[in-house]
């Protein structure tokens, strides 16, 4: 199972590693600056580990972040692909969605629960995760964060027409 994979020798493991250059990064920041990694949290100097802090969430440059990697060799020492510094916060990030829930008669009601989805990547069948998403999942409170570093604008606008093809509406 998935905890097995996590914590055994086969498939990829948790590490504890010091990465140079994430001073000044927010958290979101590090899946566009690490690649082959995916982080799930950091350790202050104090020591108090944190799993998955805000996206917002600015580094010191002291942490030690916590990743999830392939193996040792796989681990980075320091930042690369400077040109995606600062994705998360230049708009790279995240697309906002309010979605809508539908009743077994057919009916969309509005939900008054809250929930958040991230979807981490971007491909063609995201038009129907969303569709999915916005009709038999989510709450009007309810958000959906996208990470991809596909532009934004193009994640937007084909939304859009993914939307407009599934619902003649809207």
């Not at 020591?47 to 917002?56: F, Q, R, T, Y």
């Amino acid at each position: 199972g998935v905890v097995k994979s996590l914590l055994g020798f086969e498939g990829d493991e948790i590490y504890i590693a010091q990465v140079q250059g994430i001073g000044g990064l927010a958290f979101g920041d590090l899946m566009f600056v690490l690649p082959g990694v995916v982080p799930l949290g950091l350790v202050p100097p104090e020591g108090k580990p944190m799993l998955l802090p805000s996206m917002d969430h600015r580094l010191q440059g002291t942490e030690q972040l916590i990743l999830l990697a392939e193996d040792e060799t796989t681990l980075p020492s320091k930042v690369s692909n400077p040109q995606c510094k600062n994705a998360f916060s230049k708009g790279f990030g995240a697309i906002g969605h309010q979605g809508k829930r539908a009743s077994a008669n057919g009916s969309i009601k509005r939900s008054i629960s809250s929930e958040t989805v991230v979807i981490i990547g971007w491909n063609e069948s995201i038009g129907a995760i969303m569709f999915e998403l916005d009709t038999v999942v989510m709450g009007s409170s309810s958000k959906v964060t996208v990470y991809s570093p596909k532009a934004e604008h193009d994640r937007a606008a084909f939304l859009e027409d993914a939307q407009r093809r599934r619902s003649p509406q809207h």
